[in-house]
């Protein structure tokens, strides 16, 4: 891969990484270990009194993984996270493990955002800090609207309440999430370009 083809949009982060291992096991390895880094960055767990939805790393990490992974890789690396810890894997929120009740939203929240941000990522939103700002905000809207939607219905809440417990208290750290991937993104896209 020469560098224009860098330059150009259809690649994202483990692109360049497949490139030095065989296409099936590199897949496999960058999927179980996006996976495995959603999980650890679960157990980075802050309760919220009053809400039922700590403040994890788990929405940094699933919108890095997606960038990185691209919209295939990322989404499936959300979904085995999903999976596996439905299964009894303890890497949800705090250790937790099985179905996480009125928090699932979230969960499945994730799995569409990485969907989206990986396919934005491929077409080149993930170069610049101006663009890596607009993909990321967009990916935590996704996560609060399919959150704070399973948070009303299971727990019976009205719109305002769901707000207030469900989308508020997640605002500001969301903010610096997108500040830290606006920096961590272009760099790494740098640095490769770099090192080719």
């Known amino acids: 891969m020469n560098s224009v083809a860098l330059h150009a949009p259809r690649f994202v982060l483990g692109d360049l990484l497949l490139t030095r291992l065989t296409r099936h096991r590199a897949t496999v390895?960058?999927?179980?270990?996006?996976?495995a880094v959603i999980g650890?960055?679960?157990?980075?767990?802050?309760?919220?009194?009053?809400?039922?939805?700590?403040?994890?790393?788990?929405?940094?990490?699933v919108l890095l993984i997606a960038a990185g992974l691209g919209p295939w890789r990322g989404t499936a690396a959300?979904?085995?996270y999903v999976?596996?810890?439905?299964?009894?894997?303890?890497?949800?929120?705090?250790?937790?493990?099985?179905f996480p009740g009125?928090?699932?939203?979230?969960?499945?929240?994730?799995?569409?955002?990485?969907?989206?941000?990986?396919?934005?990522?491929?077409?080149?939103?993930?170069?610049?800090?101006?663009?890596?700002?607009p993909t990321m905000v967009l990916g935590n809207a996704i996560v609060y609207l399919f959150g704070a939607t399973w948070l009303a219905v299971s727990l019976h809440l009205g719109a305002a309440t769901t707000i207030r417990v469900g989308v508020?208290?997640?605002?500001?750290?969301?903010?610096?999430?997108?500040?830290i991937a606006a920096g961590l993104l272009p760099a790494a896209w740098r640095f490769l370009r770099r090192c080719r």
Do not use: H, N
Request: charged share 10%; with cysteine; glycine share 16%.
């Open 29 to 35: 390895a960058l999927v179980t270990g996006g996976a």
């Open 40 to 61: 650890l960055s679960a157990q980075i767990a802050v309760p919220i009194p009053g809400s039922p939805v700590p403040v994890t790393g788990q929405t940094l990490a």
């Open 78 to 80: 959300c979904v085995a």
């Open 83 to 98: 999976v596996a810890g439905l299964a009894g894997v303890p890497w949800f929120a705090g250790g937790a493990a099985g």
């Open 102 to 133: 009125a928090t699932f939203g979230y969960l499945l929240g994730m799995v569409a955002a990485g969907a989206v941000v990986g396919e934005l990522a491929r077409r080149g939103a993930d170069r610049t800090p101006w663009r890596v700002v």
């Open 168 to 179: 508020l208290p997640f605002l500001l750290g969301d903010a610096v999430k997108v500040a």
